[in-house]
């Protein structure tokens, strides 16, 4: 929503106020929409009683393949049976070699998981969910997962088209950073923002 706001208040006021929404022509097979929320759903899962990193490090393959079946299967019911397993074997590969890429992180806990905030802004209240906050030596970051290509220029720039980061650094008292998390096959990594430039090797920190 906040993002439609700052792009184009009248889109924002159909989309969200009015309820109106673009027709789309119906298909079995899932959106993008759809398989990120299945990554999302999967990762919330696999770390809700992991929150170490030594802890997150010793997620099974078993246990990814398994998780990752059962959230495919739920979401993906109208999909033919070959599709579901092939979208099982590709979003376990990538949660797989996600884990692989916290590996190579310092040190950290996680705190939160899909928590829900509220931000206010010119009198409009705005709800968000942080996908994950972890602590770091004693600096708290939030963590945005991100399936889909991530454009950072349009999250910084004075001519802002992206707002997440920004909103979820105005809501969320005491943070030092807020990153993108981009879950890909062949370059994972995270970027964003922070106020210390040290937090993290693994961390991509673009000036602010």
């Given at each position: 929503m906040l993002k439609d706001q700052i792009n184009c208040g009248f889109k924002s006021f159909a989309t969200n106020r009015l309820g109106l929404q673009a027709s789309e022509t119906p298909s079995d097979f899932p959106g993008p929409l759809e398989k990120g929320i299945v990554v999302h759903e999967v990762l919330a899962r696999l770390f809700a009683k992991r929150h170490s990193k030594q802890d997150i490090e010793s997620v099974s393959k078993e246990d990814t393949q398994a998780t990752t079946k059962l959230m495919v299967e739920r979401y993906f019911k109208k999909a033919p049976g070959l599709y579901?397993?092939?979208?099982?074997?590709?979003?376990?590969?990538?949660?797989?070699?996600?884990?692989?890429?916290?590996?190579?992180?310092?040190?950290?806990?996680?705190?939160?998981?899909?928590?829900?905030?509220?931000?206010?802004?010119?009198?409009?209240?705005?709800?968000?969910?942080?996908?994950?906050?972890?602590?770091?030596?004693?600096?708290?970051?939030?963590?945005?997962?991100?399936?889909?290509?991530?454009?950072?220029?349009?999250?910084?720039?004075?001519?802002?088209?992206?707002?997440?980061?920004?909103?979820?650094?105005?809501?969320?008292?005491?943070?030092?950073?807020?990153?993108?998390?981009?879950?890909?096959k062949e370059k994972p990594k995270l970027s964003g923002f922070s106020t210390n430039d040290n937090l993290d090797a693994k961390f991509q920190s673009v000036p602010h």
């Open positions: 579901i397993e092939s979208e099982i074997q590709r979003i376990s590969s990538l949660i797989k070699t996600w884990i692989a890429f916290e590996a190579g992180r310092l040190p950290f806990d996680v705190i939160s998981l899909e928590k829900p905030f509220r931000l206010e802004l010119a009198g409009i209240e705005f709800s968000l969910r942080a996908d994950r906050i972890d602590k770091v030596g004693e600096d708290l970051i939030l963590i945005d997962y991100k399936t889909g290509k991530v454009n950072l220029s349009q999250a910084g720039s004075d001519n802002l088209k992206d707002p997440q980061l920004a909103a979820y650094a105005l809501a969320i008292a005491g943070l030092k950073g807020t990153f993108f998390a981009q879950l890909d």
